[in-house]
T-cell receptor, first 114, second 119 residues
Framework: AQSVTQPDIHITVSEGASLELRCNYSYGATPYLFWYVQSPGQGLQLLLKYFSGDTLVQGIKGFEAEFKRSQSSFNLRKPSVHWSDAAEYFCAVGAPGGGNKLTFGTGTQLKVEL | GAVVSQHPSRVICKSGTSVKIECRSLDFQATTMFWYRQFPKQSLMLMATSNEGSKATYEQGVEKDKFLINHASLTLSTLTVTSAHPEDSSFYIC???????????????FGPGTRLTVL
């Protein structure tokens, strides 16, 4: 069965600082990988996704993520954080050919200090 | 990007009544939709997979008679919480699968969620 680990429950960064949110997955083959962001009381917005090909994926709002097969990781990065980036971030893994049913990590709450 | 709507955004009901939540894919057809439940400050828990024209597939531990799912068209799935009780109070989120032939377009897009409060 697939699983996702987001080791950091809370992260606080200063506005303008760089950001890296960690995500590790467990899956028997190359999975589909996603990062979603959720603002309070809202649904999830897709930031970026990886299916195959180039391991560095660009997303919306200046986010990027890198798939590292050897480390089973898909960490999310942003070079300069804005106050509006404060939200909950979820990493998810989907099973190709398995209906792409998603398994979510427990989420990382990002706080941005002005 | 693909847009998914949910209605209502908030609902308050009395214990013992039923509540219906609608999930619509607005600009694409979705043969598969998913229903999730999210408790405060927790991750999403998949409840069921809704397939157009067929019965939903429920995750282990989810009562199918309690949470009725109907996927009558390629753009609409409904979740009905029957005989609701306070413990059913939660944030319910749907997603619609944009399959588009598979590969890089196989992505779930999420609705804004429905906050259910059962008194």
């Amino acid at each position: 069965a697939q699983s996702v680990t987001q080791p950091d429950i809370h992260i606080t960064v200063s506005e303008g600082a760089s950001l890296e949110l960690r995500c590790n997955y467990s899956y028997g083959a190359t999975p589909y990988l996603f990062w979603y962001v959720q603002s309070p009381g809202q649904g999830l917005q897709l930031l970026l996704k990886y299916f195959s090909g180039d391991t560095l994926v660009q997303g919306i709002k200046g986010f990027e993520a890198e798939f590292k097969r050897s480390q089973s990781s898909f960490n999310l990065r942003k070079p300069s954080v804005h106050w509006s980036d404060a939200a909950e971030y979820f990493c998810a893994v989907g099973a190709p050919g398995g209906g792409n049913k998603l398994t979510f990590g427990t989420g990382t709450q990002l706080k941005v200090e002005l | 990007g693909a847009v998914v709507s949910q209605h209502p955004s908030r609902v308050i009901c009395k214990s013992g009544t039923s509540v219906k939540i609608e999930c619509r894919s607005l600009d694409f057809q979705a043969t598969t939709m998913f229903w999730y439940r999210q408790f405060p400050k927790q991750s999403l828990m998949l409840m069921a997979t809704s397939n157009e024209g067929s019965k939903a597939t429920y995750e282990q531990g989810v009562e199918k008679d309690k949470f009725l799912i109907n996927h009558a068209s390629l753009t609409l799935s409904t979740l009905t919480v029957t005989s609701a009780h306070p413990e059913d109070s939660s944030f319910y989120i749907c997603s619609a699968r944009d399959y588009g032939g598979g590969g890089s377009t196989d992505t779930q897009y999420f609705g804004p969620g429905t906050r259910l409060t059962v008194l």
